[in-house]
């Protein structure tokens, strides 16, 4: 059993400390608000929950959970308070900047990314069993100990999630085409029918959508905060995946454009048989 | 009560066939093989079912059911049977190219589409209320006589459908924006994905894959030949919407290649507060 810190107790930080805590590891919580500590501790999420970061002395490993513009700035602030031997890893949706920055900061840091989620977020939405069956990725580097790997991926299994394992820069590519890009091209879809058609075409529009545009529209009308935080911190990796993106559009809109219905059914054949291995 | 012809015993036809003979008209109904007319006559669709074209000479309306492909032949194949009151509609998804090249073959014609559908398709497939509170739409141009709406009106009414009216042209604008483009940006995704990725960077994405992946790549993924179909007949309207998609996209791929964050939080809260009207 490990004493573990966890820095930023919402849906994923208090999920993390619930479960943890219920594996028997001694979890010590720290947020910035008091009420949130206090809530931590009535919810079990933590034996010891506080806004002080000094606490953090004896942790031997380290959770940093805030939002991911604060994970930098949390890590330097934490630094001076923690044991040489402390592992710090963190739990944002992007690697590659965080991992390049953190690593000098702290030689015992291993990025992190369990991809679980809810709509709620805060104190609050934190729930046990979140990770089970998730992913959740790990991105150590060549200078990384592999000892942090092993005790990491220790954990990951008492959470029940699936572990994967690759570099910073694989990991932001892959969720940038299979996460962010979609947030993009959904967004796209519900902007060019709000301007492109006019109102009475718009509003029969509005009356006949149905399951193929819900579901294509659907992640490009959620959070907008959370939309350009991705964009903003995975910027090259989703700029990139926006080009081939706009590749692929543009040679089946030729396709159709030309008439090619051969071409055009045998890219929809191709389509229709790579989807399985995404979602299955 | 009225005595109604129903060319083509499929999903559409044989579930308004079933539907319309529930409420008490007479229903004569015609296929292409002898044994999807018995099987018609055993579900119940149909008072009369065959194959032979000249038993349609005294129904008072007429529907087409088959395939979009079918349906202009179909129209030139009855007519000579039909008496020269007989109301002839269809149930294509496109309407501009069969209303336009309808009516001068049959005057008393008024183009439908009842917006309801499985993923199953033939006589098989064919439900009871399956029209039930779908929308169904009527195209009615300046020269269709108004007695032709009034009349499909009634009979829709008694399928529990909910009405609209529109020109052929809007309704294929409208159904290109938020049927057929999804489908092309869909596939596009799809193809993107599979396209631009190295072989363990694709692997990682089809395990990381989660919920946004599967509703945006959905529709991307299905049947190839409909896709193409949706396309072959509703170009126009579908290229009009690929170059304003293409737009909108351009867009916010320029902000975010700016890194123009306030201008993305903008955009994005107005998708947001845009989709709701098409969804609900």
């Not at 330097?76 to 953190?102: F, G, N, Y």
């Not at 350009?228 to 090259?236: G, H, I, L, S, T």
């Not at 700029?239 to 045998?266: F, N």
Request: proline content about 6%; overall charge negative; some cysteine.
């Amino acid at each position: 059993m490990s004493r573990i810190g966890i820095v930023g107790l919402g849906l994923i930080g208090g999920s993390l400390g619930l479960d943890l805590r219920a594996q028997g590891h001694e979890i010590l919580g720290i947020a910035r608000r008091r009420t949130t500590c206090d809530r931590a501790l009535e919810r079990g999420i933590a034996d010891w929950a506080g806004t002080e970061l000094n606490r953090l002395s004896n942790v031997e490993i380290l959770f940093l959970c805030t939002p991911i513009a604060a994970i930098l700035p949390t890590l330097e602030q934490v630094r001076p308070h923690l044991h040489p031997d402390t592992l710090v890893t963190d739990v944002a949706s992007v690697k590659a900047p965080i991992v390049t920055a953190a690593t000098p900061l702290w030689p015992y840091f291993l990025g992190g990314h369990p991809m679980a989620g809810t709509e709620q977020q805060g104190v609050e939405a934190a729930q046990t069993h979140l990770f089970q069956n998730a992913p959740y990725v790990l991105t150590p580097t060549a200078t990384t100990p592999p000892e942090l790997t092993i005790i990491l991926t220790s954990l990951i299994q008492q959470l029940q999630a699936q572990r994967y394992c690759c570099a910073p820069e694989a990991h932001d590519r892959a969720v940038a085409s299979i996460s962010h890009l979609p947030v993009i091209i959904s967004a796209s879809l519900i902007a060019s029918c709000q301007q492109s058609l006019d109102a009475e075409t718009q509003a029969l529009a509005q009356a006949l959508a149905s399951s193929g545009f819900r579901d294509t529209s659907r992640v490009g009308g959620g959070n907008p905060e959370l939309g350009v935080m991705m964009a903003r911190y995975n910027r090259a990796a989703l700029q990139a995946a926006l080009d081939s993106y706009r590749e692929s559009l543009a040679a089946l809109s030729d396709q159709i454009e030309q008439e090619d219905w051969d071409a055009l059914t045998a890219a929809l054949q191709q389509t229709q048989a790579a989807r399985p291995p995404f979602v299955e």
